[in-house]
């Protein structure tokens, strides 16, 4: 094993570094940060967690896949297919934006890294070819569609529910387009433009951060932001205040149940040391948690519906002195006159509510550095999680070693994919300790990264220690950022993503990646939120398709062609032999095409009954495993009963390994065995004798 200093510290192939190279990985990494700010917190509310959550994730991974990566120029950090692939696989187990969401969230990055390194360590980085390049293309487009719609909602500043299924949500938002928010959607639009505007004329411009700039100080002056609480009493709806009652009693129905559970385990737990985990006893005090798990997640269900249908009911205020009340849109008693705004409720809760009757905004951002500290695990929920782990460990090192091959055709630097899994693996592992959620290789910022003329990681470096200037200094001046534009940010990002000519390119290439593409783009869509299932469907699906080609591979019946060369009889219409059977086997003989293999051999015999000898060309068979020997050696036994003598040309020397560790070479023999086939036919012919001199397959005479 290489224990070099630069294999255990990568960065060291770094220096010397010149003053020159100081200053251009300087300016790159502020211009890098100056993107990354904003969208990465763009792109934790994706992941279903509070937008500073994403300079988390923006600060130490950065530097740290820098640092013990292979490419010098890939901008790591938060992005948008890992994000989703978060919030798809968190948001059946706890409410976005909760304590257990975040939980969640900092553990399944802890996986997600402990996949990567292990991958790493152990250089199986080829395993990420199980997902082939037609299923990433479905999924991809799949997936960006899918962030595009989610941020819809928060465009137009209407709530969206979260079910298990997203087409619903979706129709959910569009059944709202009548309620949307208009200084909401302006903040959208504006960002949008600007952005576009930038992105078209002045490309080098920080366009992302002059969009936040804009809006966030337009949002200060107009006092965008507008918020209010209220008691139950205050609202005045019949029909809300149903729901929040109930709300109200199954919130303390989940406290309690709660609490039974941790005593129960508590109590389990003695159980267990007192009389062993199989005890009659602690099986039967196992059931009874299990059964307390089964009703708070039944309850838990209950509140999370009905906290949707209160987000999706809108209210009038009515000021009546120190008191006022909420009524329905529409429904203001005469006489009464509204204030004018619309206002939802955002929480809801036992004694006090939350409503809003403005734009959302981030809000405060707590300052400084997360407390650095182990990870939780919750190892209940360690199985719900293991396969989300390793979908978002495979599809965020493909997006990450694909953008830094497309930047090591540029710069000519070689790149180790094993090693580039080890710096996102201990990107995502030294980031769960600092409260980060799964990170990846994003594709914008490495462009930017490279067009600022960044020469080494060290750019990396310095773009995670402006995200901790912002951290320790500048967190006041992002509370009156918009929602609004934190969508438009995503949704300008994800439009590159969507490239159906990707998916018809791998139609036109082979009709079974395309439908491998289409059948992931498809399943995408109707998993989700499950993102994880669809990718899985894709990649079964390919490899099933793969190998159902492998199972019967083309076999030719092989002539002799005016210009001397041997080709398919069939194609090309030439006359078969009365000496010789000749068929060429284009593919590796395993398990799985051995028995189409025999046929098509027998077949080919059967249909030249005259011919003493077979010829097999198998120039094309890479690979021979026991199946294929064992068929093979019952072809040459079976064929040399009947009179027919089974002759080989260009046998591989890995297909020749397996013949004489089994002993099926010195069945066959060595005067059987040819480099080509024209020496194998003169060899046939001489033994034929003369009657066979105007044979169709006969070489012809140098």
């Known amino acids: 094993m290489n224990l070099s200093p630069k294999a255990l510290f990568p960065f060291l192939r770094w220096f010397p570094m010149g003053g020159p190279t100081v200053r251009a990985d300087f300016i790159a990494g502020l211009t890098v940060a100056l993107v990354l700010v904003p969208q990465s917190m763009a792109y934790a509310q994706l992941a279903g967690l509070p937008p500073y959550y994403g300079l988390y994730a923006a600060f130490l991974p ?19 297919v890992a994000s989703l692939l978060t919030a798809s696989s968190l948001t059946p187990l706890a409410s976005p934006g909760s304590e257990q969401f975040v ?3 900092v553990m399944l990055a802890l996986m997600v890294g402990i996949v990567q390194l292990a991958l790493g360590v152990f250089k199986l980085g080829v395993i990420v070819n199980f997902l082939s390049h037609p299923v990433i293309v479905g999924f991809t487009n799949a997936a960006a569609m899918i962030i595009g719609l989610s ?28 309620d949307t928010h208009w200084p909401t959607l302006a903040m959208g639009i504006v960002a949008i433009a600007i952005m576009w505007v930038i992105r078209k004329k002045a490309p080098k411009l920080p366009g992302v951060l002059i969009a936040v700039a804009v809006t966030t100080t337009a949002s200060w002056l107009i006092g965008f932001e507008r918020n209010d609480t209220a008691s ?13 009652a109930e709300y109200a009693r199954t919130d303390s129905r989940i406290g309690e149940l709660n609490g039974d559970i941790a005593a129960k385990s508590a109590d389990l737990k003695k159980l267990h040391v007192d009389k062993g985990e199989l005890s009659h006893d602690a099986i039967t005090l196992n059931y009874e948690i299990e059964l307390l798990r089964l009703q708070l997640k039944d309850r838990e269900d209950e509140n999370r519906r009905r906290n949707r249908a209160l ?44 409503l809003v009757g403005g734009g959302e905004v981030v809000g405060k951002v707590p300052e400084g550095l997360p407390p650095v500290a182990l990870p939780k695990i919750s190892w209940d929920m360690f199985g719900s999680l293991l396969s989300a782990a390793i979908v978002i460990s495979l599809v965020g090192f493909m997006e990450a070693i694909s953008i830094a091959k497309a930047i090591a055709a540029k710069t000519k630097q070689k790149i180790d994919p094993n090693q580039e899994l080890i710096g996102q693996g201990l990107a995502n ?40 200037l912002t951290l320790l200094f500048l967190t006041p001046l992002l509370y009156h950022l918009p929602q609004a534009v934190l969508a438009a940010v995503i949704i300008m990002a994800v439009i590159g993503l969507i490239n159906f000519g990707a998916i018809k390119h791998a139609w036109e290439a082979n009709k079974h990646d395309g439908i491998a593409a289409m059948v992931t783009f498809v399943a995408t869509l109707a998993f989700a939120p499950h993102l994880d299932s669809g990718i899985m ?58 028995a189409y293999f025999e046929d098509a051999i027998l077949e080919a015999v059967a249909a030249n009954p005259k011919a003493k000898y077979l010829l097999v060309v198998a120039d094309g068979i890479n690979e021979m495993d026991a199946s294929g020997e064992e068929v093979m050696h019952h072809i040459v036994e079976r064929l040399r009963g009947n009179g ?20 099926l070479f010195d069945i066959v023999t060595q005067a059987n065995i040819f480099a080509t086939a024209d020496q194998a036919l003169a060899a046939v012919y001489s033994r034929a004798g003369e009657h066979a001199i105007e044979d169709a397959l006969r070489p012809v005479a140098g």
Do not use: C
Request: proline fraction near 4%.
């Open 232 to 244: 139950v009493e205050q609202i005045m709806e019949p029909e809300a205040k149903t729901l929040l």
């Open 311 to 354: 987000r999706s009911m809108v209210f009038e205020k009515v000021s009546l002195g120190d008191t006022p009340q909420y009524f329905a849109l529409g429904k203001v008693p005469a006489g009464q006159a509204s204030e004018g705004h619309r206002w939802r409720i955002a929480r809801a809760g036992a004694d006090k509510l939350k």
């Open 103 to 105: 939980v969640l969230a």
């Open 151 to 178: 941020q819809v909602n928060k465009l137009i500043g209407v709530p969206m529910g979260r079910s298990e299924h997203f087409i619903e949500d979706i129709w959910g938002v569009a059944r709202q387009v009548g």
């Open 537 to 594: 469907v894709g990649a079964g699906l390919a490899i099933g398709l793969y190998l159902y080609r492998t199972m019967s591979p083309r076999v030719a019946i092989l002539g002799r062609f005016p210009d001397g060369t041997l080709r398919d009889a069939k194609v090309n219409n030439l006359p078969a032999s009365d000496v010789v059977t000749a068929v060429r086997f284009d593919g590796r003989l395993y398990f799985a095409n051995v």
């Open 644 to 663: 027919v003598t089974v002759v080989f040309s260009g046998l591989k020397k890995q297909v020749i390994d397996v013949m004489r560790a089994t002993g």
């Open 429 to 468: 592992i030294i980031g769960s300790f600092n409260q980060s959620f799964p990170v990846s290789g994003s594709f914008s910022r490495s462009a930017v990264n490279i067009n600022a003329g960044a020469k080494t990681g060290m750019s990396s470096v310095f773009t995670g220690l402006f995200v901790l």
């Open 62 to 80: 950065v530097m740290i896949a820098a640092l013990w990566g292979s490419s010098n120029q890939l901008g790591t950090g938060p992005v948008a």
